[in-house]
């Protein structure tokens, strides 16, 4: 488990010390993706098998220690992160020698010190670790946002950083504190650890220090930074700013849902009718500003933001098959946006074309990234037999359980504006009225991982059980 | 050997003042320096014995002359003091290996005998402050400190002659505060008769009704320690003297200046006139509170546009000693602990600070400003890495002692409800990324490429001493709590209300 930990910071040092040596220095990303990705599926059998997984190393203070607690939750985190983690390397080599970026190596080591941030997050044992966690995330990704140190990278590199340092210093720690000071205990235990010991009266408040704070989330208005990230090359919008930044944000904000407050206190107190309100916003809001965007990048920016919403609201819920759809779409949103990104990338890398207005007739030059593209989108639209129906699936049930019949419809609207923004693209490439002149370089080495997790979509469809087995484990 | 650890209180004072005279005659750089650290040395192991006799014996209180207080001065090592002793200790022995180099590079090697003179007698002076037990005698360190600090900070002269404007602008303002707390003292004695602190606590029951004679010779006395630890608005002294001064004498400054008069501003707040609660509360809730949240928020947007970091610096000090009068103006146990708590823990991160920006200002031979900075962190990796553990324990991030501040600010808040200053505060700590944070751009992400310089592991040393303890007292904080913990507790005994 420790190897876990460690293994990115391994790749990361590597990386350093072959710097020289391209070759070798690209393969340390490879190579610690398997073995982070083979460390993340053992333990994810093993949880199931009923094993636990602590590491308690040194005491910070009274009831905080530096403990690293394995939750279902965290492992299927780190399973999704590692396993992306490989292809997203496998990527990179391709992406950053097509785009002929410079500074490859500082590019590297810091993509492998956020893997390791991400990795960390997933499997702390409180509060206080999964923040320092976040916030290292939050520094490490911060030369990714800006690699290309021009004035808009920086200027973005600036709005990503005040806003997600700025929120977790303001709202997100001192509402740790706050718990700690009630409870004297940060631990995720399951059934969390408030109960009879917050005064329920300041449980919404809470409850928006933490949803605010977590500005990794990107609920409106807290969302801005996501957009901005977007000038970052695309293998960073792909693994960080569609899995493991973004998810790690969500994540944090479950965690604390099913590990510290306790679904049930949730349920009983009400603290969160509010926010399955504003979650339901920015879900709508989000796919209508996604709509108008021609920037690809963008337009998959603001579809994120949209679909973090609906792991949000299915937290806000509370109700066992809410949570469920909510832990479930983890899996499948990063499964089927980091698809969609690579897609995005592979076309600026071989055609060198970022709007969609522009992408007419590109399908019948580029075939295979816009047959993974569309089914990444049929996945995160949510048409079986594609992984992303069971989220959706379980999130409309979880509302009717919670008698909000109107999330119901709205989930049902989102999926139509989905289909509108996610599949327009493919239907300009593939109109024959409006072929360019357009060249293409061939990078063979982006457009496989899509393949990969396109059909990765389709299939994990029927293996499903495999995943609810342990989200039953969150559940319960 | 017995006689000699006998008298280690007064020693700690006395050796450096001492020594000083001799050093000043020493016209080698080298030799002179070798005299200060064996000097510091023992003066370290003084005050490990110190703290041994105070773990077994409890609270000393020593005798000038083996005159009995009220008549004699006296020196007293209690728990208020003691973990600032230790401190004061450790830290001016790691300037001071610090300072040879940066001493070499911006002082006249004619003059550098002179400048450890003064840097001992700075160094004899302010360990006087932190131990005396005497208002008058207090005074008397005061102005021996204002004195070095000033000949000191006129050395900078050497690179920049705005030293010299600044140095004379601290003269002034020194001199209006010391004058304040004397005048203070004339009227606490004309009223008692005593100027031993224990005694003037006897004495002032007497007066336990209070008389305006008294409470004007407090308000002297406080106002006079505010302007000399620069709490705001008296604070204008202290930007241009930290920023101006030779980089090895700000570090000295920043770290332990302020802090050792604050402890003696506690002591007089909560030890000599506690029993005078209506006033202390008047005091605190009303000047000392308000006057710390300005301090705070105005030190950090001030900070914010400054181009020169040494600036940048010395405006976040205004800042941050207003998080610790903020912490001292809370009327109980955790709001004192968290003072002390902040005390040491920006002690550290500060001189931390102001050692890695001196040595870039060595390296640049000229200021050192966001600009010229740029790229900086290639250069020279091994400073800027200390400088941003330094900088990411400012901001308080977890793992590193500033988070621990935080921790124990926030909890003293919590306790006594004072829940719009703790978002005041949150949101002051998210401000203050801003201004370290452009640093940090300068000094990492630049497009300007350069290689890395061989570095002085003279310099980096001490540096990256600091930077350690930055993270080591951030995971393991007992001691430091511990610490604070016990001079809360010896200071506010019962407590008032």
Same mark, same amino acid.
């Given at each position: 488990?420790?190897?876990?930990?460690?293994?990115?910071?391994?790749?990361?040092?590597?990386?350093?010390? /072959?710097?020289?040596?391209?070759?070798?220095?690209?393969?340390?990303?490879?190579?610690?993706?398997?073995?982070?990705?083979?460390?993340?599926?053992?333990?994810?059998?093993?949880?199931?098998?009923?094993?636990?997984?602590?590491?308690?190393?040194?005491?910070?203070?009274?009831?905080?220690?530096?403990?690293?607690?394995?939750?279902?939750?965290?492992?299927?985190?780190?399973?999704?992160?590692?396993?992306?983690?490989?292809?997203?390397?496998?990527?990179?080599?391709?992406?950053?020698?097509?785009?002929?970026?410079?500074?490859?190596?500082?590019?590297?080591? =810091?993509?492998?010190?956020?893997?390791?941030?991400?990795?960390?997050?997933?499997?702390?044992?409180?509060?206080?670790?999964?923040?320092?966690?976040?916030?290292?995330?939050?520094?490490?990704?911060?030369?990714?946002?800006?690699?290309?140190?021009?004035?808009?990278?920086?200027?973005?590199? @600036?709005?990503? $950083?005040?806003?997600?340092?700025?929120?977790?210093?303001?709202?997100?720690?001192?509402?740790?504190?706050?718990?700690?000071?009630?409870?004297?205990?940060?631990?995720?235990?399951?059934?969390?650890?408030?109960?009879?010991?917050? +005064?329920?009266?300041?449980?919404?408040?809470?409850?928006?220090?933490?949803?605010?704070?977590?500005?990794?989330?990107?609920?409106? +208005?807290?969302?801005?930074?996501?957009?901005?990230?977007?000038?970052?090359?695309?293998?960073?919008?792909?693994?960080?700013?569609?899995?493991?930044?973004?998810?790690?944000?969500?994540?944090?904000?479950?965690?604390?849902?099913?590990?510290?407050?306790?679904?049930?206190?949730?349920?009983?107190?009400?603290?969160?009718?509010?926010?399955?309100?504003?979650?339901?916003?920015?879900?709508?809001?989000?796919?209508?500003?996604?709509?108008?965007?021609?920037?690809?990048? %963008?337009?998959?920016?603001?579809?994120?933001?949209?679909?973090?919403?609906?792991?949000?609201?299915?937290?806000?819920?509370?109700?066992?098959?809410?949570?469920?759809?909510?832990?479930?779409?983890?899996?499948?949103?990063?499964?089927?946006?980091?698809?969609?990104?690579?897609?995005?990338?592979?076309?600026?890398?071989?055609?060198?074309?970022?709007?969609?207005?522009?992408?007419?007739?590109?399908?019948?030059?580029?075939?295979?990234?816009?047959?993974?593209?569309?089914?990444?989108?049929?996945?995160?639209?949510?048409?079986?037999?594609?992984?992303?129906?069971?989220?959706?699936?379980?999130?409309?049930?979880?509302?009717?359980?919670?008698?909000?019949?109107?999330?119901?419809?709205?989930?049902?609207?989102?999926?139509?504006?989905?289909?509108?923004?996610?599949?327009?693209?493919?239907? #300009?490439?593939?109109?024959?009225?409006?072929?360019?002149?357009?060249?293409?370089?061939?990078?063979?080495?982006?457009?496989? +991982?899509?393949?990969?997790?396109?059909?990765?979509?389709?299939?994990?469809?029927?293996?499903?059980?495999?995943?609810?087995?342990?989200?039953?484990?969150?559940?319960? | 050997?017995?006689?000699?650890?006998?008298?280690?209180?007064? $020693?700690?004072?006395?050796?450096?003042?001492?020594?000083?005279?001799?050093?000043?005659?020493? +016209?080698?750089?080298?030799?002179?320096?070798?005299?200060?650290?064996?000097?510091?040395?023992?003066?370290?192991?003084?005050?490990?014995?110190?703290?041994?006799?105070?773990?077994?014996?409890?609270?000393?209180?020593?005798?000038?002359?083996?005159?009995?207080?009220?008549?004699?001065?006296?020196?007293?090592?209690?728990?208020?003091?003691?973990?600032?002793?230790?401190?004061?200790?450790?830290?001016?022995?790691?300037?001071?290996?610090?300072?040879?180099?940066?001493?070499?590079?911006?002082?006249?090697?004619?003059?550098?005998? *002179?400048?450890?003179?003064?840097?001992?007698?700075?160094?004899?002076?302010?360990?006087?402050?932190?131990?005396?037990?005497?208002?008058?005698?207090?005074?008397?360190?005061?102005?021996?400190?204002?004195?070095?600090?000033?000949?000191?900070?006129?050395?900078?002269?050497?690179?920049? @002659?705005?030293?010299?404007?600044?140095?004379?602008?601290?003269?002034?303002?020194?001199?209006?505060?010391?004058?304040?707390?004397? #005048?203070?003292?004339? /009227?606490?004695?004309?009223?008692?008769?005593?100027?031993?602190?224990?005694?003037?606590?006897?004495?002032?029951?007497?007066?336990?009704?209070?008389?305006? %004679?008294?409470?004007?010779?407090?308000?002297?006395?406080?106002?006079?320690?505010?302007?000399?630890?620069?709490?705001?608005?008296?604070?204008?002294?202290?930007?241009? %003297?930290?920023?101006?001064?030779?980089?090895?004498?700000?570090?000295?400054? !920043?770290?332990?200046?302020?802090?050792?008069?604050?402890?003696?501003?506690?002591?007089? $707040?909560?030890?000599?006139?506690?029993?005078?609660?209506?006033?202390?509360?008047?005091?605190?809730?009303?000047?000392?509170?308000?006057?710390?949240?300005?301090?705070? /928020?105005?030190?950090?947007?001030?900070?914010?546009?400054?181009?020169?970091?040494?600036?940048?610096?010395?405006?976040?000090?205004?800042?941050?000693?207003?998080? #610790?009068?903020?912490? =001292?103006?809370? *009327?109980?146990?955790?709001?004192?602990?968290?003072? /002390?708590?902040?005390?040491?823990?920006?002690?550290?991160?500060?001189?931390?600070?102001?050692? !890695?920006?001196?040595?870039?200002?060595?390296?640049?031979?000229?200021?050192?400003?966001?600009?010229?900075?740029?790229?900086?962190?290639?250069?020279?990796?091994?400073?800027?890495?200390?400088?941003?553990?330094?900088?990411?324990?400012?901001?308080?991030?977890?793992?590193?002692?500033?988070?621990?501040?935080?921790?124990?600010?926030?909890?003293?808040?919590?306790?006594?409800?004072?829940?719009?200053?703790?978002?005041?505060?949150?949101?002051?700590?998210?401000?203050?990324?801003?201004?370290?944070? *452009?640093?940090?751009? *300068?000094?990492?992400?630049?497009?300007?490429?350069?290689?890395?310089?061989?570095?002085?592991?003279?310099?980096?040393?001490?540096?990256?001493?600091?930077?350690?303890?930055?993270?080591?007292?951030?995971?393991?904080?007992?001691?430091?709590?511990?610490?604070?913990?016990?001079?809360?507790?010896?200071?506010?005994?019962?407590?008032?209300?």
């Amino acid at each position: 488990m420790i190897l876990g930990i460690l293994t990115p910071l391994f790749a990361a040092f590597g990386s350093y010390c /072959f710097k020289n040596n391209v070759n070798v220095r690209d393969s340390f990303g490879v190579l610690g993706g398997i073995v982070t990705f083979l460390i993340s599926l053992k333990i994810f059998n093993g949880l199931q098998a009923d094993e636990q997984y602590v590491l308690n190393l040194f005491t910070l203070f009274d009831g905080v220690d530096f403990l690293f607690n394995i939750t279902p939750l965290g492992s299927i985190f780190s399973l999704v992160a590692s396993s992306l983690w490989i292809l997203a390397s496998i990527y990179t080599v391709g992406y950053m020698r097509g785009a002929a970026e410079e500074n490859q190596t500082r590019f590297v080591i =810091f993509y492998s010190i956020a893997i390791h941030a991400a990795l960390a997050i997933a499997w702390s044992g409180n509060l206080l670790m999964l923040f320092i966690f976040y916030e290292i995330l939050t520094f490490s990704t911060f030369p990714l946002v800006g690699h290309k140190q021009n004035s808009e990278s920086q200027a973005a590199g @600036r709005v990503y $950083l005040s806003i997600l340092v700025g929120t977790s210093l303001v709202l997100f720690l001192p509402a740790i504190f706050w718990i700690w000071f009630e409870t004297g205990s940060l631990n995720f235990t399951s059934g969390g650890i408030l109960d009879g010991k917050f +005064p329920t009266e300041h449980l919404m408040f809470l409850i928006a220090m933490l949803v605010f704070g977590i500005g990794k989330a990107a609920i409106m +208005p807290i969302h801005r930074w996501l957009p901005a990230a977007m000038v970052a090359p695309t293998p960073v919008s792909a693994l960080l700013h569609a899995v493991a930044v973004v998810k790690a944000g969500v994540f944090s904000f479950l965690m604390v849902v099913v590990y510290i407050i306790g679904p049930d206190y949730l349920l009983q107190s009400k603290a969160s009718n509010w926010l399955v309100w504003l979650s339901s916003f920015t879900i709508l809001t989000a796919s209508i500003i996604a709509i108008s965007k021609d920037d690809l990048k %963008a337009r998959l920016a603001y579809s994120t933001i949209s679909q973090l919403s609906y792991i949000i609201l299915g937290a806000a819920l509370a109700t066992t098959f809410a949570l469920k759809g909510a832990s479930f779409h983890i899996i499948t949103h990063a499964i089927g946006k980091i698809t969609l990104f690579f897609c995005a990338g592979a076309i600026y890398v071989t055609a060198h074309v970022k709007k969609i207005s522009e992408l007419g007739g590109l399908g019948f030059k580029t075939p295979m990234i816009f047959f993974a593209y569309t089914l990444g989108a049929l996945s995160i639209i949510g048409v079986p037999p594609f992984i992303g129906s069971w989220s959706k699936l379980f999130l409309v049930i979880g509302s009717l359980e919670a008698d909000f019949l109107f999330v119901a419809i709205l989930l049902g609207i989102s999926s139509l504006l989905n289909i509108y923004y996610l599949l327009q693209p493919v239907f #300009i490439a593939f109109n024959k009225k409006n072929i360019k002149n357009i060249k293409i370089t061939n990078a063979p080495l982006t457009i496989w +991982p899509p393949m990969i997790t396109g059909v990765g979509c389709l299939l994990l469809f029927f293996f499903s059980n495999y995943f609810l087995n342990i989200i039953n484990g969150v559940v319960a | 050997m017995n006689i000699f650890l006998d008298d280690a209180p007064a $020693l700690v004072v006395v050796l450096p003042l001492l020594v000083a005279a001799i050093v000043a005659f020493i +016209p080698s750089p080298r030799l002179a320096w070798f005299i200060t650290i064996v000097t510091l040395v023992i003066h370290v192991l003084l005050s490990i014995e110190l703290l041994t006799s105070f773990s077994s014996f409890g609270a000393i209180i020593y005798e000038f002359g083996n005159w009995p207080p009220p008549w004699g001065i006296s020196f007293k090592l209690d728990g208020v003091n003691i973990g600032l002793q230790i401190l004061f200790s450790a830290f001016v022995l790691i300037a001071t290996i610090y300072a040879r180099k940066i001493f070499l590079s911006e002082i006249e090697p004619e003059d550098s005998g *002179k400048a450890y003179s003064l840097w001992l007698l700075a160094i004899g002076s302010l360990n006087g402050i932190i131990l005396t037990n005497d208002i008058f005698n207090l005074f008397v360190f005061l102005e021996i400190s204002a004195l070095s600090s000033i000949s000191l900070i006129s050395l900078g002269a050497g690179t920049n @002659r705005k030293a010299l404007l600044a140095a004379f602008n601290y003269l002034i303002i020194g001199a209006i505060g010391a004058t304040f707390y004397v #005048i203070g003292v004339g /009227f606490a004695y004309a009223m008692t008769g005593t100027l031993n602190m224990n005694d003037l606590i006897i004495q002032l029951t007497q007066y336990s009704e209070g008389q305006l %004679a008294i409470f004007a010779g407090m308000s002297f006395m406080l106002i006079g320690l505010m302007v000399k630890s620069a709490v705001f608005p008296l604070h204008l002294w202290l930007p241009p %003297a930290y920023s101006y001064a030779p980089s090895a004498v700000s570090t000295l400054f !920043a770290a332990l200046a302020t802090k050792a008069i604050l402890i003696f501003f506690v002591r007089i $707040l909560y030890e000599v006139f506690s029993i005078y609660n209506d006033y202390l509360i008047l005091f605190l809730d009303y000047i000392l509170l308000p006057l710390s949240l300005i301090a705070i /928020f105005v030190g950090t947007i001030i900070a914010i546009y400054q181009d020169d970091i040494k600036k940048l610096l010395a405006y976040s000090s205004i800042a941050q000693i207003g998080y #610790i009068t903020l912490a =001292f103006s809370i *009327k109980d146990n955790s709001g004192v602990l968290a003072g /002390f708590v902040h005390i040491f823990n920006h002690a550290l991160i500060k001189g931390g600070l102001f050692m !890695a920006v001196g040595y870039l200002a060595i390296s640049l031979k000229d200021r050192v400003t966001l600009q010229s900075i740029e790229g900086y962190g290639q250069k020279f990796p091994i400073t800027s890495y200390a400088l941003l553990i330094c900088g990411l324990s400012l901001i308080g991030l977890p793992l590193t002692n500033g988070f621990i501040s935080k921790l124990y600010i926030f909890q003293a808040l919590y306790i006594n409800e004072m829940f719009l200053t703790i978002a005041l505060v949150a949101l002051s700590s998210a401000l203050a990324v801003i201004y370290f944070w *452009k640093i940090v751009e *300068k000094l990492f992400f630049s497009s300007k490429g350069y290689k890395a310089t061989s570095e002085d592991p003279a310099i980096y040393i001490p540096i990256w001493i600091i930077a350690i303890s930055i993270i080591y007292f951030g995971i393991f904080s007992s001691s430091i709590v511990d610490f604070s913990s016990i001079a809360s507790e010896s200071l506010i005994k019962g407590g008032i209300n």
